[in-house]
């Protein structure tokens, strides 16, 4: 698939008196093998551990129980129940009851305590004092609050306690929440909300405001590609105003604080001699070190920036090369969505097989309460585990795959010497991928999921221990879960490197790492300006879209008079421009970090003499090389133009 408009062909340079060298290179290498086998076959047994656990839970899983809830005999309510063997009360018909009603309501809030569970027709929507008015609620209203297997005229006569055959009184109002009776005293303020139909109301107002909905989900979409053409067209303004703003911003408010320094030092100089000074002279000193640290950070700035700002042009260079990219490739903003219905399908399978997966277990009568417990295999938490993990691997495999495809197809771009002549580089990389890299693939995203592993496990062991462990205990946690949480971040940048070296060089994940990793190190510099006014500029992309939206949609919908609450149908709207601007510039993202690579791979490779640039005209400018070769090649055209003036002369 070709470009639209324009010259795309990167000419090489040749002339009598330097030797080209063709080194057979000419972008992502079709002479492949298939890399990290080992790491496919792990990856792929895997998943076939992955359907055992979830045939497993599938056979002894019963969801309803947690959809429905169920009372302490093993039945479900709403339902009609099979009978447990040696459990007196299971086997209820309850279709009539649906609901869930607690004998202690403590269990709403912590639901290690031990307490009975009934199903019942209704919620209590009244205090129930005393015994008498148990019986009252059961001969009027039909709602049972004791005992399946107690006649109301029995109620006097029984046992009262979380453990009994009826509940201690008073009995809570309740609310039917999720099919459980949630008391008025735990639900709190979501209790009030509901009881004023706040939700109802914003239901609403989404069904009475769909049509701007969907005119701001269009125009959302309309705003991210009219971002995507500005960064493509004004990035050096975008980017170089960033940078203005931060410099003026840092010397006004360095300013504004020695100005108030000068302000509270006046005040204390004109103090009496005998007046109280402490206060002030504390004033001033604080004044001062703001003053002072503001300065220093300033300077740094100014230094930074004055050192970076080439560094800077070549962001501006390689966000202008990225536009280009896209445009030639449009295909490219599709890659996020079929990642993200991938996601879907795979966050459904692993739900669905949860709900069973955490209710499976064998139904057994616990003889200190009489209730049924559902005790699972031994195996049961490690499947658990195991489970959890397979959602981590397959979704970071996932997110490996989109960013690797999106690199190849930018490299297949960025080293063709004629860009008109693509033919689908999008889905050739794809093929590749499929054809040699899933083994690689599947290393670097088992990498980031233990890591995300070790994150969870250790925020498990933080909230066991919340109650128990001594501030040092605490603050030991805390700081391996930061450094956790750091080298993970660490560990992501590493792989969407490597990632793009694989995409280029079919090499293996652990040497397209070493190889990415060396390659940054050495352009240290250089990264970390793609890194701070890069990643800022495509937030600010992101936010310019959820403004704007917002902005939009206040207007709309200011006047619609069936509208309760305009921040909702506005919210639902923004925070799909925030999803919609973050799918298509994440594509921005991964184009410009290839882009970088490749301009470092070309820089490597070539010397834009002997071994000619894939390189545009606009980046060669920050190849010394380049400009001996730019220069060679105007003395060419000189000498041609001096030749054929001679020829006509002579004529």
């Not at 309460?369 to 959602?391: C, E, N, Q, R, S």
Request: aromatic share 12%; net charge neutral; hydrophobic share 50%.
């Amino acid at each position: 698939m070709g470009c639209c408009g324009g010259d795309n062909r990167v000419r090489p340079f040749k002339d009598d008196t330097v030797e080209v060298v063709d080194d057979g290179f000419d972008g992502p290498l079709d002479d492949r093998s298939c890399r990290d086998v080992i790491c496919l076959i792990l990856f792929l047994a895997f998943w076939v551990g992955m359907g055992y656990v979830a045939v497993v839970s599938l056979l002894d899983g019963q969801p309803e129980r947690i959809i429905y809830g169920a009372d302490s005999y093993g039945n479900v309510c709403g339902k009609s129940n099979t009978a447990i063997a040696g459990v007196n009360m299971s086997g209820q018909n309850l279709i009539d009851k649906p609901y869930v009603f607690t004998f202690n309501p403590e269990a709403v809030a912590n639901p290690t305590t031990t307490t009975k569970l009934l199903c019942v027709s209704e919620c209590p929507d009244v205090v129930l004092l005393t015994k008498n008015d148990l019986v009252e609620l059961a001969l009027n209203r039909s709602i049972f609050l004791c005992d399946y297997n107690l006649a109301a005229e029995d109620y006097a006569a029984a046992e009262q306690g979380a453990l009994a055959a009826c509940p201690s009184t008073p009995v809570d109002v309740s609310t039917p929440i999720f099919n459980r009776c949630i008391p008025s005293t735990a639900v709190g303020i979501a209790s009030s909300l509901l009881d004023a139909e706040w939700l109802k109301r914003a239901v609403a107002d989404v069904e009475n405001s769909w049509r701007e909905i969907l005119y701001l989900c269009l125009i959302s979409f309309g705003l991210a590609i009219a971002v995507l053409i500005l960064l493509r067209f004004f990035a050096g303004v975008l980017i170089w105003t960033t940078v203005f703003v931060f410099v003026f911003g840092s010397l006004g408010g360095t300013g504004y604080l020695w100005y108030r320094w000068w302000q509270e030092k006046s005040v204390l100089d004109a103090l009496p001699a005998d007046a109280a000074k402490d206060d002030q002279e504390h004033t001033v000193k604080t004044m001062l070190t703001y003053a002072g640290i503001a300065t220093g950070v300033t300077v740094i700035l100014l230094l930074v920036l004055l050192v970076m700002r080439k560094r800077i042009a070549l962001v501006v260079a390689l966000f202008k090369e990225a536009g280009k990219a896209i445009a030639c490739i449009p295909f490219l903003l599709l890659q996020p969505i079929w990642t993200i219905l991938a996601m879907v399908v795979l966050c459904a399978y692993w739900g669905f097989v949860y709900l069973y997966l955490v209710t499976a277990g064998k139904p057994e009568l616990d003889s200190e309460t009489g209730f049924v417990i559902y005790k699972a295999d031994a195996l049961g938490p490690y499947m658990w585990w195991y489970h959890l993990f397979g959602l981590l691997w397959g979704s970071q495999f996932l997110v490996a795959c989109q960013q690797c495809a999106i690199a190849g197809a930018v490299a297949a771009w960025f080293f063709a010497r004629d860009k008109s002549q693509l033919r689908w580089p999008i889905l050739q990389s794809i093929k590749r991928i499929i054809r040699y890299h899933l083994g690689s693939l599947a290393f670097g995203s088992l990498i980031i999921a233990l890591v995300m592993l070790a994150r969870i496990i250790l925020g498990y062991i933080q909230s066991r221990l919340r109650h128990s462990q001594s501030d040092i205990v605490a603050y030991i946690l805390k700081c391996l879960q930061c450094c956790l949480w750091l080298f993970e971040k660490v560990l992501r940048y590493i792989n969407r490197n490597a990632y793009i070296e694989i995409a280029i060089y079919g090499y293996s994940f652990c040497k397209a790492a070493r190889k990415a990793f060396t390659l940054i190190v050495s352009n240290a510099l250089r990264v970390a300006a793609i890194n701070s006014v890069g990643d800022f500029v495509l937030l600010l992309g992101k936010a310019t879209v959820v403004a704007a939206v917002v902005v939009i949609g206040m207007q709309l919908l200011k006047d619609k008079a069936d509208v309760h609450y305009d921040f909702v149908p506005i919210t639902l709207a923004a925070i799909f421009a925030f999803l919609l601007s973050h799918i298509f510039l994440s594509v921005y993202e991964m184009a410009i970090d290839t882009l970088f690579l490749c301009f470092c791979e070309d820089c490597e490779r070539n010397d834009g003499i002997t071994r000619p640039y894939y390189m545009s005209k606009d980046l060669m400018t920050f190849v010394d090389n380049a400009r001996k070769a730019q220069d060679m090649k105007d003395i060419k055209r000189q000498a041609k133009r001096a030749a054929a003036q001679q020829a006509a002369d002579n004529i």
